[in-house]
């Protein structure tokens, strides 16, 4: 039994190209078992200490420091649209951070965000930084439409110019259940399109801030 584990278990590294040196992107699968398979990521533009604490199955933890970016979770590659992600935790920040659901779309490349929690700091892509693009009920809560584009940032595909869409929940949680699919549905329906399907995971994201948070997807 083991046995069977370990050799379940792989370990990879994927780097992606980036046109700045201090920009660091890695993407490993840490751990598998028979009835859990997660993918983890961790982003960080190398500006602030950030300790990602990446543990068995679905769980991690992270503390940061106030500097620069960072990104961490776990979940899954590819995402799915068709996923009900669930998870339980605490999300402990001081400043501009978000707690969501996380993930990138390629052709078109979208980068989205279903945002559970934020530190009232910096509210998401809050007019004018973004465009409402109106709002819609799931799971216990009104979640409002945003969107905005991002010009030569860092993206899966190295520095690039793409578009951002939120969700952003209004009545804030640590844990619960997202329907995904509802989400994509909205999106769409506010003529936003997605594209095929790169990683999702339940992410920590801190800009130059500090805080704790230990999460487990489900
Ligand atoms: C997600 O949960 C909802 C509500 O329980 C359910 O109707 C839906 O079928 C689920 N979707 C998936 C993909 O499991
Ligand atoms: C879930 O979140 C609520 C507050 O949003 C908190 O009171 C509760 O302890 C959390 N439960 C777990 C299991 O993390
Ligand atoms: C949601 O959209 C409706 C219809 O456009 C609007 O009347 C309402 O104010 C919006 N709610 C929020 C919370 O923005
Ligand atoms: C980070 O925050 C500190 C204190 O709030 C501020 O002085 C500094 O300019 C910020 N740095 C960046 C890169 O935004």
């Known amino acids: 039994m083991i046995i069977s584990v370990l050799l379940l278990t792989l370990f990879t590294v994927t780097g992606h190209a980036s046109a700045h040196d201090d920009v660091k992107e890695r993407g490993e699968i840490?751990?598998?078992?028979?009835n859990a398979n997660f993918y983890s990521s961790y982003w960080t533009d190398g500006k602030s200490k950030v300790t990602y604490n990446n543990k068995a199955n679905g769980a991690y933890s992270v503390t940061w420091a106030p500097g620069g970016n960072f990104v961490a979770g776990k979940g899954w590659n590819p995402g799915s649209t068709k996923?009900?992600?669930?998870?339980?935790?605490?999300?402990?920040?001081?400043g501009y951070s978000y707690l969501s659901v996380y993930g990138w779309t390629r052709?078109?490349?979208?980068?989205?965000y279903i945002i559970e929690s934020y530190h009232p700091d910096h509210e998401p892509a809050a007019p004018p930084e973004g465009e409402e693009k109106g709002n819609f009920t799931s799971d216990d809560s009104t979640y409002l439409i945003r969107t905005k584009m991002?010009?030569?940032?860092?993206?899966?595909?190295g520095t690039a110019t793409f578009r951002q869409i939120f969700s952003v929940r209004q009545d804030k949680r640590e844990n619960g259940?997202?329907?995904?699919q509802n989400h994509f549905d909205a999106w769409k329906a506010a003529g936003l399109k997605l594209g095929s399907m790169d990683y999702m995971i339940l992410a920590t994201e801190g800009m130059n801030s500090s805080g704790t948070a230990s999460i487990t997807v489900l």
């Not at 996923?83 to 001081?94: A, D």
């Not at 259940?177 to 995904?180: A, E, R, Y």
């Open 83 to 94: 996923k009900n992600v669930s998870w339980t935790g605490e999300f402990k920040p001081e």
């Open 107 to 112: 052709n078109p490349l979208i980068e989205y």
């Open 150 to 157: 991002r010009v030569n940032k860092p993206s899966i595909v």
């Open 177 to 180: 259940t997202v329907n995904v």
């Open 30 to 34: 840490i751990s598998r078992s028979e």
